[in-house]
Nanobody
Framework: VQLQASGGGLVQAGEFLRLSCAASGRTVNNLNMGWFRQAPGKEREFVATVTWISNIAYYADSVKGRFAISRDNAKNTVHLQMNRLKPEDTAVYYC????????????????WGQGTLVTVSS
């Protein structure tokens, strides 16, 4: 699976962005799709995922209530709506895909996108 992320940019605190990830190479209907992020000098961390079975969404506590993940299996895409952005949301955001059970561990991810930079100014 090849994952192409887009939608990053520079915004001010309180504004919003919508990230998109387009998958190609195979269907992602049986993969969990999600997003991780990595800020400078920090480890890659889980942001959100939506499962392939039952379409259940999971979020990191730091983004719960502000971010919303959605998937469109017909278009092989996943989106991350990010509202009320904060400076601490600044990071490179990576689209991810994983088989089997949902995981928040980057080591459990099977496929990664190339990353898109989100910068939130105060």
């Amino acid at each position: 699976v090849q994952l192409q992320a887009s939608g990053g940019g520079l915004v001010q605190a309180g504004e919003f962005l919508r990230l998109s990830c387009a998958a190609s190479g195979r269907t992602v209907n049986n993969l969990n799709m999600g997003w991780f992020r990595q800020a400078p000098g920090k480890e890659r961390e889980f942001v959100a995922t939506v499962t392939w079975i039952s379409n259940i969404a999971y979020y990191a506590d730091s983004v719960k209530g502000r971010f919303a993940i959605s998937r469109d299996n017909a278009k092989n895409t996943v989106h991350l709506q990010m509202n009320r952005l904060k400076p601490e949301d600044t990071a490179v955001y990576y689209c991810s895909a994983s088989a089997g059970a949902m995981t928040r561990d980057p080591l459990g991810i099977n496929y990664w996108g190339q990353g898109t930079l989100v910068t939130v100014s105060s």
